[in-house]
C-alpha cells in the first residue's frame, strides 16, 4: 500500500507518530517502539523500519540541542556506545533475513531482567566489573535488535536508567545514544540499498506529527518532578515490555 493513499491509514499512521513523539518528548523514549507497529501494519516491517529512520534522528537530534547542557556533566559510557553501534550495523544486515518474533522474545527477556532490578532494587547501578561485564553484552544484543528490528528502546532506556542521570541528563543521553544509532542505521541502510526516493520522502511527511506531538511532550516535561518522571519511565518501560512479549508471541 502506498503511503497516504488511505485517509484511515494515514490517520493511524499519524497516531501512532504522535503518541510516540509525545512520549519521546516526555521521557526521551518510545518513538519507535510506538510508532513502528502502526506503520508496520500498512508498509511491512521493513518499510517501516526504514521509514522511521529519518523521523527518529531528527526527533533526537531535537533531544540533544535541547538539552545540549547536560554535555558537560553526563560522561559518555564507549563500552556501550562503541558495541552497539557495530552490532546495529550487523542487525541491519540481517533486517530481511532474521525472525523478528524470536529478536522480539530476547529482547524482552532482557528488559525483563533490568525491571526486575529496578524493581526490586532501587539503588541498581552497573558499575565497577558488573557494570564493565554487562554493559557492552547488553549493549551488543541491543545494537544487534535496534539494526534488526528498531526497538532496542526498553533495554536501552533501562541501561542509561541505571546510570542514576538527573533527569534532563537522562533524556539527553537517550537522544545521543538513539540519534547515534539512527545515523548509523541510514549509512547502513543506504549502503545496502534500502532507502529508496519514495521512503525518504514517507520519513519527511512523518517529521509533522513528530514536531508536534514532541514539543507537547518537551513542554510537559518541564513541570515533571523528579519522583513522577521516574514513575512514567518505569510505566513506559512496563508497557514496552508487554508490548514486546505480545509480539514476540504472536498473540
Known amino acids: ?9 494515514l490517520s493511524i499512521i499519524g497516531l501512532g507518530l504522535a503518541l510516540g513523539a509525545f ?6 523514549m518510545g518513538l519507535p517502539l510506538v510508532a513502528v507497529p502502526f506503520m508496520a501494519s500498512f508498509l511491512g516491517a521493513e518499510h517501516a523500519i526504514v521509514v522511521m529512520q529519518i523521523p527518529g534522528l531528527v526527533s533526537n537530534a531535537w533531544l540533544v540541542w535541547s538539552h545540549r547542557r547536560e554535555a558537560k556533566t553526563t560522561p559518555l559510557r564507549y563500552d556501550m556506545i562503541l558495541p552497539a553501534c557495530a552490532m546495529t550495523v550487523v542487525g541491519v544486515w540481517f533486517l530481511d ?14 528488559v525483563a531482567s533490568f525491571l526486575a532490578l529496578l524493581v526490586f532494587n532501587p539503588s541498581f547501578k552497573l558499575d565497577g566489573v558488573i557494570g564493565k ?3 557492552p553484552i547488553s549493549s551488543m544484543v541491543g545494537g544487534f535488535v535496534q ?4 526497538v532496542s528502546g526498553p533495554l536501552f532506556s533501562t541501561l542509561i536508567m541505571s546510570f542514576r542521570l538527573p533527569k534532563e541528563g537522562y533524556v539527553f543521553y537517550n537522544g545521543l545514544v538513539f540519534g547515534l544509532f539512527n545515523l548509523v542505521q541510514i549509512i547502513a541502510m543506504l549502503s545496502l540499498g534500502m532507502f529508496t526516493t519514495q521512503r525518504f520522502f514517507e520519513g519527511c511527511i512523518a517529521l509533522v506529527p513528530l514536531f508536534v506531538f514532541q514539543f507537547l511532550g518537551m513542554r510537559v516535561m518541564g513541570y515533571a518532578s523528579p ?3 521516574t514513575g512514567a519511565v518505569v510505566a513506559v518501560i512496563v508497557v514496552m515490555e508487554i508490548k514486546l512479549v505480545w509480539e514476540g508471541l504472536g498473540l
Do not use: H, P, Q
Open 1 to 9: 500500500m502506498e503511503f497516504g493513499t488511505d485517509l484511515y491509514s
Open 23 to 28: 512520549v519521546k518528548g516526555l521521557t526521551g
Open 97 to 110: 533475513v532474521t525472525d523478528d518474533r524470536i529478536i522480539i522474545l530476547l529482547l524482552a527477556v532482557a
Open 133 to 135: 561485564i554487562c554493559t
Open 147 to 150: 539494526g534488526a528490528a528498531g
Open 227 to 229: 519522583k513522577v518522571f
